[in-house]
């Protein structure tokens, strides 16, 4: 399983991005599937920005709830992440996760596969 993500950038506050995770070897049927952020360096402060089950539910943080969807599109084969309203607090690598088997591939939990990451800054 492979997960690669892209469309991190510099945006103003305000501002929208839209991020993709290309997953190969991972079916979106197989389990759940999300995207974290984390400030390098600062595993503590990893924080789930949203999720989506193998049905299509999804949960977000309260911080973005509003401002971010989170998508499969099952023709790419990807998990895209798209983020409107964008705040300087948004500011972190933001991470593709998937396979939260141990968790009956709901939302959040352990997932056993991880992209490297991409960085987002919002800054004026």
């Known amino acids: 399983v492979k997960l690669v993500e892209s469309g991190g950038g510099l945006v103003q506050p305000g501002g929208s991005l839209n991020l993709s995770c290309a997953a190969s070897?991972?079916?979106?049927?197989?389990?759940?599937m999300a995207w974290y952020r984390q400030t390098p360096g600062r595993e503590r402060d990893r924080m789930l920005v949203?999720?989506?089950?193998?049905?299509?539910?999804?949960y977000y943080a309260d911080s973005v709830k509003g401002r971010f969807t989170i998508t499969h599109d099952t023709a790419k084969n990807t998990l895209d992440l798209k983020m409107n309203s964008l705040k300087t607090y948004d500011t972190s690598v933001y991470y593709c996760?998937?396979?939260?088997?141990?968790?009956?591939?709901?939302?959040?939990?352990?997932?056993?596969?991880w992209g490297q990451g991409t960085q987002v800054t919002v800054s004026s």
């Open positions: 949203a999720a989506i089950n193998r049905r299509g539910a999804t």
């Open positions: 070897g991972y079916m979106f049927s197989t389990c759940g």
């Open positions: 996760a998937a396979d939260n088997r141990d968790s009956s591939c709901g939302h959040g939990g352990k997932y056993y596969y």
